[in-house]
């Protein structure tokens, strides 16, 4: 584990205060980490399985059907 001293002013204190209080955490260092956490879920990109680059790599080299409006689409397809 390591271990970080940080500075947080007035507001950001009571914000750790509310998350550590709002989630029954035993410490600030707890409220820093659900909000750590928080944060790379939700604006971190995700890492994509090789197989699923695999797929889409090879349906990028598919021809699909040519068409110039929706009109002409439903007639290549039968709908």
């Known amino acids: 584990m390591v271990q970080s001293i940080i500075d947080v002013n007035e507001r950001e204190d009571r ?4 998350v550590k209080a709002q989630h029954g955490l035993k ?3 707890q409220a820093v980490e659900l909000v750590i ?3 790379a879920d939700s604006f971190l990109e995700t890492e994509l399985r090789p ?4 797929k889409i790599n090879k349906l990028s080299k598919e021809r699909g059907i040519p068409f110039k409006n929706i009109e002409e ?3 290549l397809t039968g709908e």
Not at 15 to 18: E, F, R, T, V
Not at 51 to 54: D, I, L, R, T
Request: aromatic share 12%; hydrophobic share 40%; charged share 30%.
């Open 15 to 18: 914000i750790l205060n509310i």
């Open 27 to 29: 410490n600030k260092s």
């Open 37 to 39: 956490n928080i944060y």
């Open 51 to 54: 197989e699923f680059v695999e």
């Open 73 to 75: 689409l439903r007639k």
